[in-house]
C-alpha cells in the first residue's frame, strides 16, 4: 500500500500510570451492635469504576464519642468485620476506606451505640427483671459499688 521508502510511519504509544487509591469507599456500609462490647461492620466492594485497581485491604476506623482524640483502625480483606473489646454503653463513630496502592476516599460516619452490659437476669412467668452494670461505676474492669 505504502511503496514510497520516503514515507515512514512511526507509532509511539504512551502509557499513563495513575498510581492513587479507590476514588469512592465501599458502599453500602452497615454498622450494629453486635452485643455489648462489639460492633459488626459489613459493606459491599468499591465499584470498578472507581476502585483505580485491585483492592488489597479495607480500613475499618472507630473513635468513642466520649474519646474522639483516640481514633483506631482494623485493617483486614473481608467485608465483614467484628470490631471486638470496645465499652459497654459507648457510643462510636464507625468509617471506611479502601486500598490499592494507596487508600482511597473515607465513607461517611456513623454513629453505633453499644448496649450496657447485663450483670443479671431473672425471669418468671409475668416478669423480667434485669440489673445492668452502670460503666460510670466502673473502674480497671471492675464495679465500683
Known amino acids: 500500500m505504502h511503496n514510497n521508502p520516503s514515507m515512514r510511519f512511526c507509532s509511539k504509544i504512551s502509557y499513563i500510570f495513575l498510581f492513587t487509591g479507590p476514588d469512592a469507599p465501599p458502599g453500602n456500609i452497615v454498622a450494629v451492635a453486635y452485643n455489648a462490647t462489639a460492633i459488626q ?6 465499584s470498578p469504576t472507581d476502585a483505580n485497581g485491585i483492592i488489597e485491604k479495607y480500613r475499618i476506623y472507630y473513635e468513642s464519642n466520649e474519646n474522639s482524640s483516640e481514633t483506631s483502625w ?3 480483606s473481608l467485608r465483614r468485620t467484628l470490631i471486638k473489646n470496645l465499652l459497654p454503653a459507648t457510643s462510636y463513630n464507625i468509617w471506611v476506606s479502601a486500598f490499592t496502592i494507596e487508600e482511597g476516599k473515607h465513607s461517611k460516619k456513623f454513629l453505633v451505640h453499644t448496649p450496657p452490659k447485663v450483670e443479671s437476669l431473672e425471669i418468671s412467668q409475668k416478669t423480667v427483671k434485669i440489673q445492668l452494670i452502670d460503666v460510670k461505676k466502673l473502674t480497671s474492669g471492675k464495679l465500683v459499688k
Not at 41 to 46: R, W
Request: no cysteine.
Open 41 to 46: 461492620v459489613t459493606f459491599d466492594d468499591v
Open 74 to 76: 482494623i485493617d483486614t
